[in-house]
Every structure is written in C-alpha cells, then in structure tokens.
C-alpha cells in the first residue's frame, strides 16, 4: 500500500501544468507517508537518507508513465525531433523548477513553527524523488524521440532508466532486461547513490527561510534538468548519426 501511495503521489508531481498549491500539497503527502511509514531518525543520517531515496526511487520507477512518440508529437502540436526534445527538455525543467518552488514554500511555512523543522529532511528527500523521477520520464521521452522507445517490462524500463539516470547517458539496449533488482549491482547502486548524495545536497538550498528556498530551489531544480537533458540529448543524436551513417 505504502509503495501504491508513494508511486501516485509522485507521478501526479511529475505532469505538467499542476498547480503550486496542489504541488505543495503533493510534497506534503509525500512527507506525510515518509514520517508514516519510516519515521524522521534515518533522514537526518546522511547514509541512511540517501538510501531511502535510492529505495524510493527503485520503487517508484516502474510506474513513471512514459508517452509514446505518436502521444508526444500530437500533444505537441506536430513537433518531432530536435524541436521536440527542446521543448520536453523545457517543459520537464519547468516541472522540476516547480517542484523545487513548491518544497522551498513548504519549507518557509516550516521555519514559522520550530517543531515542525523536524520534518525538513523528509521534505527534501520527497523533493529529491520527485525530480528525479520527472527527470527519468524526459529519458525515456527523448529516447522515444531518437527512435529508440525503452523496451520490456515495466521493471525493466526501470532498471534502464535508473542506470541512464546515474550515468547522465543514453541507456544501452543490451543492458534492459531482467529486473531492477538484477541491474542495481554494487557498482551501479553506488553510482545511483552518489548521483543522489550530490543531488540531494544541492537541495538543502530549498530549506532557506522564507521565500529565498522557493527561488532558490526552483532555479536550481530547471539547470539541472537542462543541463542533463542536453547531455541525454547530444548521447542520443550521436548514436543516431552513427546508426543512420
């Protein structure tokens, strides 16, 4: 039940044109089902926070909807290739700056009543899975764009998306198969747990008093997600150049 919990809450972070409020509102049914279920002690462990978030983000992206490139070009008014990327890559930045916008309003209101700072560390892990799951659905919508859609199972597009997630790459065909289990061996659950330490640190600026942690957040949030759209973009033009010739 947690996990069906958890995964709803963050898919619906992940559309577009939700609003603030109900943004806000999300993130703090996320940290309502984190306290819930995992307390507040282990989030203000360094090891222990980033290990759920990993978890978190293990469970939650078998059920990231990806849109096909049909869905894509036609709720795009007929756009393709480069254009379309563009505009994902734009329209994903916009979602995580909201995110980001969203958990720094939380956090402002949180500053005003100081037993509620306890809750701080679990906002910024429900923001960290957020992002990081808006940011895996543009993966898999760019690879739809390239011509290359993530094939298999719902676990094993997960396991693809993680991995190119970590690695800031295009994922590799051969990889996708077997579960998400199988694919987070020790080398990649380190990758996927460094990537999130460092994300997660950036984070901290949403926890800013008042409204200085929504700006912040939120711009920070849209470079991110620009820039590793760019590097998921360029990844998959060069395979295709060398496919095509």
């Not at 709803?8 to 577009?16: D, F, I, N, R």
């Not at 307390?39 to 090891?47: A, E, T």
């Not at 809750?119 to 659905?137: I, N």
């Amino acid at each position: 039940m947690a996990e069906a919990e958890l995964s709803s809450a963050v898919a619906a972070l992940t559309e577009e044109g939700v609003e603030q409020k109900e943004r806000r509102r999300l993130l703090g049914r996320l940290v309502r089902i984190e306290i819930r279920d995992r307390g507040v002690k282990d989030l203000f462990r360094p090891k222990k926070a980033i290990g759920w978030i990993a978890d978190s983000v293990t469970s939650v992206a078998p059920h990231i909807a990806i849109r096909d490139l049909d869905t894509l070009t036609e709720h795009h008014g007929g756009l393709e290739g480069d254009a379309l990327a563009e505009r994902l890559i734009r329209n994903a930045a916009r979602v995580t700056a909201g995110i980001g916008a969203a958990g720094g309003g939380v956090a402002a209101v949180e500053w005003a009543v100081t037993p509620s700072l306890l809750s701080a560390p679990v906002l910024l892990a429900a923001e960290t899975v957020a992002v990081v799951a808006v940011e895996m659905k543009l993966i898999g919508e760019l690879h739809a764009v390239y011509g290359r859609p993530v094939e298999g199972t719902g676990t094993q597009r997960a396991a693809a998306l993680i991995q190119a997630w970590a690695e800031r790459r295009g994922i590799n065909p051969l990889r996708v198969g077997g579960s998400v289990a199988a694919a987070m061996g020790t080398a990649m659950r380190k990758e996927l747990r460094d990537r999130l330490l460092r994300r997660f640190g950036r984070n901290l600026s949403t926890l800013g008093p008042f409204l200085t942690g929504a700006a912040v957040g939120g711009f920070l949030n849209r470079r991110a997600t620009m820039s590793l759209g760019a590097e998921i973009r360029k990844d998959l033009q060069v395979d295709r150049k060398v496919i095509e010739g």
